[in-house]
């Protein structure tokens, strides 16, 4: 008796759950369902997850006649230019911290950790100074100052987070190599990087997945022909005569790569997104 | 004696070039926003000179009651969203710390889906859902015989929209900061508080509550703070509208800025903003040391 009660209330509850995230996932269904739409339909009052009669169009349009190919050139160098100079700067940094004493060492680190929290208002906020002081140095129009803002973003979250890694690394490692006659920039080369692979891999990936998606401060800093991917989305879908189904389908094919590498990273990223609070 | 001096000289060296590349791309342009909002700055004159006006912009902003306002708005949703954030995190998180739901594994990254999405998409995505016509939830409302609801041209539906899609985006934030808190707890001392006779709900106050109470706070100060500077969702949904009605204190100065080119008044705004966000910040961090404390 007792245990087909406690089996009918975990059928109960499994059923629950899986309505809850067919609820929860509607939206995807319904943006996928979009893009596959012709545009015809789009303004019919009846409702269907799969369409009667769909088709690819939309997607031959975005790959074949739309600028899609162009935008993400643009996007794919701003990312490019991005994720090398954000590394660049961050591991030597994050080694710094990590390894060496100096005055204001914790209260810069604090700083950074409390500031990474409010990067994406802050970046608002910072908006108006950064594209008067861009433009008085003529460097208004620039893929490449668009990348390397991103970079200068990421800097508090991931030196912290990298110098969270580095702490782990015994400093035994270090020693042995310095003892060995290395000089410190050896040493993080050939004797720190090699280990700390998992911790720039996870930070990687978290630069990778906020510079895809920003569109706020390249909106106002590009011009139409420099457009990114996700500002291209966003203005394209701001016009009212945009087909809906069009838009749909850009907005997939742009959303693949984060997705697949979302999921690639699944294991690591739950570690790295929730350190914050497990440090607490 | 000398080594320790050269040591932390290759530390400075080390942390130099992050630390160049950050005051020019971040730290400048917010103390350059800050001497703006003391001139005139505006489209037409940035480029012929402009003027230091002193306190003006921010005089205009107090006696105009132009900030009162949108502070009032932005704490209103603050305090909703947060509450609606806060409900259906803790409600998912405690359907996750059911025994009874067998298929975790399986359910856990598809409840995280949406996660892996661009968030600017998925309110787009929202955007036309909501929409009028061909929005999926007026059709929906029509299917059952209702009239659609005009969602984004009303003042308070449109409100109502922005707390739906802010809790949409936060939730898998929510599940996975208290899920790696839950993991720690094993099967056994579940079930063996179900053994002596604890129902579902004492278990998840007595047992699971205590343990995600830390990340659980975290959580709900960073959405808080969020909540705050809260800007994409409105902005994409509608612009703050309709006809400004809805205007948050980023999005009112930001359209100030670059829709009507009033550099120096935006400035003052956002650096007045910016001043009650630091103040906010410096009691979180009280509280966060608090915690540390305890």
């Known amino acids: ?280 | 004696m000398k080594k320790p001096l050269w040591r932390s000289s290759i530390a400075i060296l080390m942390i130099l070039p992050s630390i160049l590349l950050f005051s020019f791309f971040f730290l400048y342009p917010i103390c350059y926003s800050i001497y703006l909002s003391f001139t005139n700055v505006n489209f037409f004159n940035f480029i012929k000179g402009f003027d230091f006006i002193g306190f003006d912009n921010y005089r205009k902003l107090i006696l105009e009651g132009k900030f009162f306002t949108p502070l009032i708005r932005t704490l209103t949703f603050s305090v909703t969203s947060v509450s609606l954030k806060v409900i259906v995190g803790l409600f998912l998180s405690l359907l996750f710390s059911l025994p009874q739901l067998k298929i975790k594994k399986i359910l856990y990254p598809l409840y995280l889906l949406p996660w892996a999405v661009p968030w600017f998409f998925l309110v787009m995505i929202w955007k036309g859902m909501f929409s009028q016509d061909f929005g999926l939830i007026n059709q929906t409302i029509r299917m059952f015989g209702g009239n659609g609801i005009d969602w984004l041209f009303n003042k308070n539906n449109a409100f109502l929209a922005y707390n739906i899609v802010e809790a949409y985006l936060v939730y898998p934030f929510f599940i996975s900061t208290m899920l790696a808190a839950i993991k720690g707890i094993s099967q056994e001392i579940i079930e063996a508080a179900m053994m002596d006779g604890a129902n579902s709900w004492k278990r998840f106050w007595w047992i699971i509550v205590p343990l995600i109470k830390k990340p659980f706070q975290w959580a709900t100060l960073t959405t808080t703070i969020a909540s705050f500077m809260i800007f994409g969702v409105p902005y994409l949904l509608n612009k703050g509208g309709p006809s400004n009605e809805n205007e948050f204190l980023l999005i009112f100065g930001y359209k100030k800025a670059f829709e009507l080119g009033r550099y120096g008044y935006a400035s003052a705004f956002m650096v007045t903003t910016l001043t009650i966000l630091l103040i906010i910040i410096l009691l979180f961090n009280k509280i966060s040391k608090l915690a540390k404390d305890e």
């Open chain 1, 1 to 280: 008796m007792i245990k087909a009660k406690s089996i009918l209330s975990s059928i109960i509850v499994s059923f629950f759950a899986f309505f809850l995230l067919f609820v929860l996932l509607i939206p995807l269904f319904w943006v996928f369902s979009s893009a596959i739409k012709p545009y015809g339909s789009l303004y019919t009052t009846e409702l269907y997850i799969f369409p009667a009669n769909a088709s690819l169009k939309a997607f031959q349009w975005v790959l074949f006649e739309s600028k899609f190919w162009e935008y993400a050139k643009n996007s794919i160098t701003v990312y490019i230019i991005a994720l090398l100079s954000s590394l660049i700067v961050n591991i030597p940094a994050a080694y710094g911290f990590s390894r060496f004493k100096f005055i204001g060492k914790e209260g810069l680190l604090n700083s950074y950790f409390i500031l990474s929290q409010f990067m994406g208002g802050m970046s608002v906020i910072g908006l108006i100074g950064l594209y008067l002081f861009i433009i008085k140095i003529k460097l208004i129009n620039s893929i490449v100052v668009v990348g390397l803002i991103y970079a200068a973003n990421t800097i508090p979250y991931i030196t912290w987070y990298l110098k969270t890694y580095l702490d782990s690394i015994p400093k035994d490692f270090d020693e042995a190599a310095l003892l060995d006659g290395a000089s410190f920039i050896q040493n993080l080369w050939y004797v720190i990087l090699p280990i700390a692979k998992p911790g720039i891999f996870v930070a990687t990936i978290i630069v990778s997945l906020i510079i895809w998606s920003e569109w706020i401060i390249a909106s106002v800093l590009l011009s139409p022909d420099q457009f990114t991917l996700p500002v291209a989305l966003v203005t394209l879908q701001g016009r009212w005569e945009t087909p809906w189904n069009k838009f749909a389908a850009m907005s997939i094919i742009y959303c693949i790569p984060v997705i697949i590498l979302f999921f690639l990273s699944q294991k690591y990223m739950e570690e790295g997104m929730t350190i914050g609070a497990l440090k607490e």
